[in-house]
Nanobody
Framework: QVQLVESGGGLVQAGGSLRLSCAAS????????MGWFRQAPGKEREFVAA????????YYADSVKGRFTISREAAKNTVYLQMNSLKPEDTAVYSC????????????????WGQGTQVTVSS
C-alpha cells in the first residue's frame, strides 16, 4: 500500500515561491504516476499537475502552466511541486496523489491521496 506525506506549505507573499514535497512509502512507488491537486475554501478540488512513473511526461492545469513545475526523485521516493510567481488565487490545500495509471491521476480518480499541506499567498 502506498502512503503519501506532503510538506513545504506555508505563507508567502504574491510573486514569491514555494516548493512542495510528497514523500511516498510503498513497495511499488516507482511504477506509480504522481500528481498534485488543490482545494480552496468553498471550491471543488482541482487538478494542478501530474508526472508519469518514468518522469518522461508531465501535465499541467492551464492556470499554473509556466509557473509550476512537477518533478520526481526516484531514489528518495519523492515528488516535488516547484511553485513560482505565486498569486493569491493559488491559496489552497495542496494534496499529493498516486496511482499506477496516469489517466486516473489527471481525472482525479487516484487510488491514493495524502492529507494535504496549506499554501497561503498574501496580496
Amino acid at each position: 500500500q502506498v502512503q503519501l506525506v506532503e510538506s513545504g506549505g506555508g505563507l508567502v507573499q504574491a510573486g514569491g515561491s514555494l516548493r512542495l514535497s510528497c514523500a511516498a512509502s510503498g513497495r511499488t512507488f516507482s511504477n506509480y504516476a504522481m500528481g498534485w491537486f488543490r482545494q480552496a475554501p468553498g471550491k471543488e478540488r482541482e487538478f494542478v499537475a501530474a508526472i508519469s512513473w518514468s518522469g518522461g511526461s508531465t501535465y499541467y492545469a492551464d492556470s499554473v502552466k509556466g509557473r509550476f513545475t512537477i518533478s520526481r526523485e526516484a531514489a528518495k521516493n519523492t515528488v516535488y511541486l516547484q511553485m513560482n510567481s505565486l498569486k493569491p488565487e493559488d491559496t489552497a490545500v495542496y494534496s499529493c496523489a498516486a496511482d499506477p495509471h496516469e489517466w486516473r491521476i489527471t481525472s482525479g480518480r487516484s487510488g491514493y491521496w495524502g492529507q494535504g499541506t496549506q499554501v497561503t499567498v498574501s496580496s
